[in-house]
């Protein structure tokens, strides 16, 4: 016998403009929320804004560039497969991610920092960054780039 957990619905979502647009925006908060808490929770709030960055940088580079194939949304950005390990279905933290919720302190402050990103007052550390890699790891696309900036235990680069 299985046991199936019971999804809570989503809200509906709202007919007119104005709520339809917040409804996206909490769907925007969210998602970006539980990327920060799946990439960066463990290098504390500076660790999570530099990855709110790097995404927000995405978003900039595909609007600049009228689109880009990462995506041209937070949402699309954080999703794109292989760009965020923690959304792999088949990373051992996908599980937690879907289910964290804002009594887990990390989550709480990943969504404060999402809710600033988004409303766009989180000021760039990483100096443009779009890229980033864990110390201790080298992965060839960082070889010959300039290196932004060291956040944490993590290092930035700007690739476009």
């Not at 964290?100 to 550390?125: E, M, N, P, Y």
Request: glycine share 6%; charged share 25%; aromatic share 10%.
């Amino acid at each position: 016998m299985t046991i199936q957990k019971k999804l809570t619905p989503l809200k509906t979502v709202p007919k007119d403009k104005a709520h339809a647009a917040a409804f996206y925006r909490e769907m925007e908060i969210d998602t970006l929320a539980r990327t920060l808490w799946g990439e960066a929770r463990g290098e504390g709030v500076k660790g999570m804004e530099a990855v709110a960055c790097v995404i927000l940088n995405r978003v900039a580079v595909s609007k600049d560039l009228g689109r880009y194939w990462w995506g041209n949304t937070i949402i699309q950005v954080c999703q794109k497969p292989y760009q965020f390990s923690c959304w792999n279905k088949r990373d051992p933290n996908y599980p937690k991610l879907i289910t964290v919720d804002a009594k887990d302190l990390h989550f709480a402050s990943a969504l404060r920092i999402a809710r600033r990103a988004v409303v766009g007052v989180l000021k760039d550390a990483t100096k443009g960054a779009t890229h980033y890699h864990a110390f201790g790891i080298s992965p060839n696309w960082a070889r010959k780039e300039y290196l932004c900036a060291q956040i944490g235990h993590h290092k930035f680069y700007k690739l476009i």
